[in-house]
């Protein structure tokens, strides 16, 4: 719960230098390459969806599904923010596959459901 927001400070303010996909950046060098936009946007539906679940809020769930697949779906609708990802089959692959997961937990586990109270217990 609190990694995101502390993330979220890291990347807006200049505060420290980035290494990203293995490449080290300074704050400006990270905002010029357009993986600020994207680090902004993954913290913080990251952000909503852990507090939106502390909150017992539903829907907040699908910002957790959404926040492995937005950087690609980012790099893809932005063809300047393509160099920032290596688009190669095993990275979809995980864009694709951990989403899945996350689903699955999220949305079809007896505890989760419980917890949000929209699950049904049986008696």
Same mark, same amino acid.
């Given at each position: 719960?609190?990694?995101?927001?502390?993330?979220?400070?890291?990347?807006?303010?200049?505060?420290?230098? =980035?290494?990203?996909?293995?490449?080290?950046?300074?704050?400006?060098?990270? =905002?010029?390459?357009?993986?600020?936009?994207?680090?902004?946007?993954?913290?913080?539906?990251?952000?909503?969806?852990? =507090?939106?679940?502390?909150?017992?809020?539903?829907?907040?769930?699908?910002?957790?599904?959404?926040?492995?697949?937005?950087?690609?779906?980012?790099?893809?609708?932005?063809?300047?923010?393509?160099?920032?990802?290596?688009?190669?089959?095993?990275?979809?692959?995980?864009?694709?596959?951990?989403?899945?997961?996350?689903?699955?937990? @999220?949305?079809?586990?007896?505890?989760?459901?419980?917890? @949000?109270?929209?699950?049904?217990?049986?008696?």
């Amino acid at each position: 719960m609190v990694v995101g927001p502390i993330f979220l400070v890291f990347v807006v303010f200049p505060i420290a230098d =980035w290494t990203f996909n293995g490449t080290k950046m300074s704050y400006s060098e990270l =905002w010029r390459s357009g993986a600020g936009l994207i680090m902004v946007i993954l913290f913080g539906l990251v952000t909503i969806g852990t =507090w939106g679940m502390a909150a017992r809020k539903p829907n907040s769930r699908w910002a957790l599904v959404l926040a492995p697949s937005a950087p690609v779906i980012l790099a893809l609708a932005f063809p300047q923010l393509q160099s920032t990802f290596p688009l190669d089959a095993v990275f979809f692959l995980q864009v694709i596959i951990t989403p899945v997961i996350i689903y699955g937990c @999220l949305f079809h586990l007896a505890s989760v459901r419980e917890y @949000l109270g929209n699950g049904r217990t049986a008696s």
